[in-house]
T-cell receptor, first 115, second 116 residues
Framework: DSGVTQTPKHLITATGQRVTLRCSPR?????VYWYQQSLDQGLQFLIQ???????AKGNILERFSAQQFPDLHSELNLSSLELGDSALYFC??????????????FGPGTRLTVT | AQKVTQAQTEISVVEKEDVTLDCVYE???????LFWYKQPPSGELVFLIR??????QNEISGRYSWNFQKSTSSFNFTITASQVVDSAVYFC?????????????FGTGTRLLVSP
């Protein structure tokens, strides 16, 4: 158990809908990262937050957004869902000190299926 | 640009065999970190090791060992005396100082099947 929690574990929804994925980082970690894992794209970095502020953006679609709250949990919002958004979404956390690259600990993931 | 290549898509071995998973990386940065993660059938990603670009010492942890060679831009992972529980997809990843170390760039993974 990495100490990172994600809810829900599974999500099935229809095209055009909006969903919210939630992540709680390990105790003491200030950074939260979101990744998408799909068969065609592999594991891709989406976005990172550090202590409530957005720090880095990857290949995140405009239809997707995220935030980190004062209690450090994070939410990833996916809207106007398309079939191609079906994937496993991981949250990871780390100490997040920007002067070095610390190991990221991953949650169990949320499997999103868009029908 | 940063890139991680894991050329071996799938490897099958019999229990107790040794197996090496290859990882080749590309970066223009002189300061970077390399990682290995394991993804068992249950789906979670499990951290195995982190190595920075200034530390080329090989590392051993039980049956696992890692060989980091800057001259060939490789960070290979060897499992000695493999076990069925080692069956998983293994990912190599890279983060660079240029990007503030903020993201991991993953390879495509190597699926390891260990049969009894």
């Amino acid at each position: 158990d990495s100490g990172v929690t994600q809810t829900p574990k599974h999500l099935i929804t229809a095209t055009g809908q909006r969903v919210t994925l939630r992540c709680s980082p390990r105790s003491g970690d200030l950074s939260v990262y979101w990744y998408q894992q799909s068969l065609d794209q592999g594991l891709q970095f989406l976005i990172q937050y550090y202590n409530g502020e957005e720090r880095a953006k990857g290949n995140i679609l405009e239809r997707f957004s995220a935030q980190q709250f004062p209690d450090l949990h994070s939410e990833l919002n996916l809207s106007s869902l398309e079939l191609g958004d079906s994937a496993l979404y991981f949250c990871a956390s780390s100490v997040g000190n920007p002067s070095a690259s610390y190991e990221q600990y991953f949650g169990p993931g949320t499997r999103l299926t868009v029908t | 640009a940063q890139k991680v290549t894991q050329a071996q898509t799938e490897i099958s071995v019999v229990e107790k065999e040794d197996v090496t998973l290859d990882c080749v990386y590309e970066t223009r940065d002189t300061t970077y970190y390399l990682f290995w993660y394991k993804q068992p059938p249950s789906g979670e990603l499990v951290f195995l090791i982190r190595r920075n670009s200034f530390d080329e010492q090989n590392e051993i942890s039980g049956r696992y060992s890692w060989n980091f060679q800057k001259s060939t831009s490789s960070f290979n992972f060897t499992i000695t005396a493999s076990q069925v529980v080692d069956s998983a997809v293994y990912f190599c990843a890279l983060s660079e100082k240029n990007t503030g170390f903020q993201k991991l760039v993953f390879g495509t993974g190597t699926r390891l099947l260990v049969s009894p």
